[in-house]
Each structure stands twice: as C-alpha cells, then as structure tokens.
C-alpha cells in the first residue's frame, strides 16, 4: 500500500521560514512526478511546486518563486519544500502529491502552514 506523510507545517510569523517533507511508504518517490499543491478557504487549490523523476526538473509557481525551494531526497524517499519570506497570503493546507502512473495517483492528507503575526 502506497501512503504519503506530510510534515514540517506549523504556525510561523511573516517573514519566517518553514521546511515541509513529504515522504513516500511503499513507493519509490523518485519514480514519479511529485507536486506540492495548497488549497486556503475559498480558493481554488493551487499548484505551488513540482519535481520530475530522476534528474528531473523543478517547476515554481510564480507567486512563490524566489521564496520557496522544492527538492528531493532519494535516499530517505522524500521530497521537501523550503518556504521562506513566508507571508499571510501563503496560509494554507499543503498537499503533497504523486503521479506513479502506470501504478496509480496518491495524495498525502495536509499539512497546515498558517502564516500570522
């Protein structure tokens, strides 16, 4: 059974920074295209970051470029978002997403990142 943990979400100040894992059981991570989506009340869910397969390329969403850093660790089979400059705007549940196809699409449960003064 394949299963996505997040972690790392926590209550931070603007300005502060946060580090999101999410790590993959019963997968290799590697082998797939895994994305970090937030979805905050009343907004559509956004894409904020991607990473392909081995040596893959990373994507960021331009309301996050500059600020945040997707990357991956092969050998503890998880992939990390580097938030930093946060700001109350980037308040929101974060998922971590992978596309495993042909052997399925899995989505981790959320992590809260709420950014307040």
């Known amino acids: 059974q394949v299963q996505l943990v997040e972690s790392g979400g926590g209550l931070v100040k603007p300005g502060g920074s946060l580090t999101l894992a999410c790590t993959a059981y019963?997968?290799?991570?590697?082998?797939?295209?895994v994305k970090w989506y937030r979805q905050a009340p009343g907004k559509e869910r956004e894409l904020v970051a991607s990473?392909?397969?081995?040596?893959?390329?990373?994507t960021h969403a331009d309301s996050v470029k500059g600020r945040f850093t997707i990357s991956r660790d092969n050998a503890k089979n998880t992939v990390y978002l580097q938030m930093d400059s946060l700001k109350a705007e980037d308040t929101a549940v974060y998922l971590c997403?992978?596309?495993?196809?042909?052997?399925?699409?899995?989505w981790g449960k959320g992590t809260q990142v709420t950014v307040s003064p």
């Open positions: 997403y992978v596309d495993g196809r042909p052997w399925g699409i899995y």
């Open positions: 019963g997968f290799t991570l590697s082998a797939g295209l």
């Open positions: 990473v392909t397969s081995i040596g893959g390329t990373t």
